[in-house]
């Protein structure tokens, strides 16, 4: 691991700060401490401006144009599939879908591999803190196909119990779909582990990464997992792009979802051919400018390192963890000891909604809610937590500024400290 370029203990990430134009504008006439990174992420100014140059100096459509400014257009999309092979050590670009983002990306596997392989009795297994988008895909095609969903339960910390997903994995089981990162809780899974386990099983593994992606390094070599999902606009990149890692044979083999321009080869009224992996997932115009942008965040986030990132954020989440701590009445849900940057929290006699409500009026952003993960809410007997969530531009001041809000809402309510 390299030596961390910067720290929330010294003023270094202040640099940081600089980088992310939106971070010096006060909200409601406060300081803003943005603190709702699960959600998205802001963009640098090198994403910002990657994309408004593109519109400016390169704009035309890809692979079908002949013209120089097409070609053009073409090689820049193209460099963003590689350095999204680079970001997740993927062994080839062709490995590399753009899609819209996790959503689709986890779609895309559901209908393509789900509908043409499986069949009545077959099982996919899930975990109980899975985001709604790794449920509901799965669900369908479980309608579909008369396949069986099966549930790995959540331990008390947050972790996930896995002797049950041992027992589970059983002979009828084809796909382990798993979040890399709780957005709920912050859990960071044993992917690598677990994937070992699938596969000696004989199931496939697709991996969640929306959560990892920007807070560590992914390696999809070392996991050894046959999909992974993510979405640029948690990786400081833009909204609407995001990409599925696949692997080749994998990909190779399964049939188109969407037809339409772009993924074919020939087209009749009596057949059609397809076009080879990425391009058979790929109908249509895609998000170029998106992928331009993505490709300007992985250069930001990879000369930052990924391991610099992840251990600013970690010093963070200690740092965040023992002052929440100190607080009466506020329970930290999701516990486990290897969590990525999420602090996830209730607070006795206050709603989640009413708080987000009053860190709102200081200036304080966060989320409340289910965070699109009702199960796991429903498994802790809540409905839903206040979370604040880290990236690699926030410090302990934002920390401060959370805790002090939190004060001012516990007075509100008449909840002394
Ligand atoms: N999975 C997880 C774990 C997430 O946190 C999210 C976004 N909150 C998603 C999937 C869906 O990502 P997107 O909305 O960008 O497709």
């Given amino acids: 691991m390299n030596a961390p370029v910067f720290s929330f203990t010294d003023n270094l990430d202040m640099g940081r700060v600089a980088d992310f134009p939106i971070l010096s504008r006060p909200v409601r006439d406060k300081r803003l401490a943005y603190l709702d990174n699960g959600a998205t992420t802001q963009k640098p100014q090198s994403v910002i401006e990657a994309e408004s140059k593109f519109y400016l100096q390169s704009n035309a459509n890809i692979h079908r144009g002949v013209h120089w400014l097409s070609q053009h257009a073409t090689d820049l999309y193209e460099e963003g599939r590689e350095q999204v092979r680079l970001l997740l050590n993927a062994a080839n670009s062709k490995e590399v879908v753009f ?14 591999w789900g509908r043409s392989c499986l069949k009545a009795g077959d099982e996919i297994i899930v975990s109980g803190l899975e985001h709604h988008s790794n449920i509901v895909p799965w669900q369908l095609v479980c309608e579909q196909t008369g396949a069986v969903l099966k549930v790995v339960p959540v331990n008390e910390d947050g972790t996930l119990d896995l002797s049950v997903y041992k027992q589970l994995l059983g002979p009828r089981v084809r796909m382990v779909a798993i ?79 969407q037809g339409g321009g772009d993924m074919i080869r020939t087209v009749s009224f009596e057949h059609t051919t397809y076009a080879e992996v990425p391009q058979k997932f790929e109908a249509g115009t895609p998000n170029i400018a998106g992928a331009i942008g993505l490709a300007a ?85 809540i409905p839903g937590t206040a979370r604040a969530s880290l990236a690699l531009y926030n410090s302990r001041e934002d920390i401060e500024a959370l805790v002090s809000a939190i004060g001012v809402a516990q007075k509100l309510f008449g909840v002394e400290r």
């Fill in 99 to 112: 899609t819209r983002g996790t959503t689709e990306a986890i779609n895309l596997v559901a209908y393509s």
């Fill in 179 to 257: 979040a890399h990162v709780s957005n709920a809780l912050g859990t960071i899974n044993p992917v690598v582990e677990m994937t070992r386990l699938a596969h000696a099983a004989g199931a496939l593994v697709l991996v969640d990464g929306a959560q990892a992606i920007a807070h560590q390094v992914v390696d999809v070599q070392e996991i050894g997992c046959d999909f992974y999902a993510f979405s640029g606009h948690k990786l400081y990149g833009p909204t609407g792009i995001g990409a599925l890692y696949g692997r080749y044979d994998l990909l190779q083999s399964m049939p188109p979802w």
């Fill in 297 to 381: 965040a992985i250069r930001y986030v990879r000369d930052i390192g990924l391991d610099n990132i992840a251990a600013h954020e970690h010093a963070l989440l200690v740092y965040g963890t023992e002052a929440l701590q100190t607080i009466p009445g506020l329970r930290i849900i999701g516990t486990a000891p290897r969590k990525a940057g999420i602090l996830s929290f209730v607070i006795d006699g206050i709603h989640p909604h009413d708080l987000g409500t009053i860190l709102d009026m200081e200036g304080v952003a966060i989320r409340a809610g289910h965070h699109c993960a009702m199960p796991v809410m429903t498994r802790f007997g």
